[in-house]
T-cell receptor, first 117, second 115 residues
């Protein structure tokens, strides 16, 4: 069975500073994808970044980077140079392989990030 | 066009009403999804359509009835709902359902209140 753990219910960061949002996962599936989504108060889930289980390099997308430590089963999101518009709920999610029946996107409990001016 | 459009944005209904939620995408995606999200909780999968066929029903009560008229449209028909069904209903789509590296594109959701 898949499991995603986000241990930080809420985080605060000063504007222009960097922040790390933690995510650990558990799966026996060798093929899986890890995703981070942002959900502002408007409700839409916005895709931020993806890391595949076989990817050798950490993923980066603009100000977002993913610190992927496969042996520790962690996939932390790093947001650099925080902006006021980054205040939102952030979800870590995982998708496994069709062969194991784990190919549905499964979400962690989320971390609410507040950026302080 | 990388949008998933959901209508209506807000819906208030009584327990005896029948209503429908609509979702549309024009990205050529062949998988579409309904998720339910209660306040301060993560989204939970309800249904998956792959190539217009229902592939996953996560033990959802029959008062929720999904429909996929074509590859671009997804409906969720609601009948005799309970107050505990009040939630944000999110639609999503992806190129393919089976691949683990497929990202899902989400709509902005329908906020449903059942009185």
């Amino acid at each position: 069975a898949q499991k995603i753990t986000q241990t930080q219910p809420g985080m605060f960061v000063q504007e222009k500073e960097a922040v790390t949002l933690d995510c650990t996962y558990d799966t026996s599936d060798p093929s899986y994808g890890l995703f981070w989504y942002k959900q502002p108060s408007s409700g839409e889930m916005i895709f931020l970044i993806y890391q595949g289980s076989y990817d050798q390099q950490n993923a980066t997308e603009g100000r977002y980077s993913l610190n992927f430590q496969k042996a520790r089963k962690s996939a932390n999101l790093v947001i650099s140079a925080s902006q006021l518009g980054d205040s939102a709920m952030y979800f870590c999610a995982m998708k496994g392989s069709y062969q194991t029946g784990a190919n549905n996107l499964f979400f962690g409990t989320g971390t609410r990030l507040t950026v302080i001016p | 066009d990388t949008e998933v459009t959901q209508t209506p944005k807000h819906l208030v209904m009584g327990m005896t009403n029948k209503k429908s939620l609509k979702c549309e995408q024009h990205m050529g995606h062949r998988a579409m999804y309904w998720y339910k999200q209660k306040a301060k909780k993560p989204p939970e999968l309800m249904f998956v359509y792959s190539y217009e066929k229902l592939s996953i029903n996560e033990s959802v009560p029959s008062r929720f009835s999904p429909e996929c008229p074509n590859s671009s449209l997804l409906n969720l028909h609601l009948h005799a709902l309970q107050p505990e069904d009040s939630a944000l209903y999110l639609c999503a789509s992806s190129q393919d359902w089976a691949r683990y590296n497929e990202k899902l594109f989400f709509g902005s959701g329908t906020q449903l209140s059942v009185l």
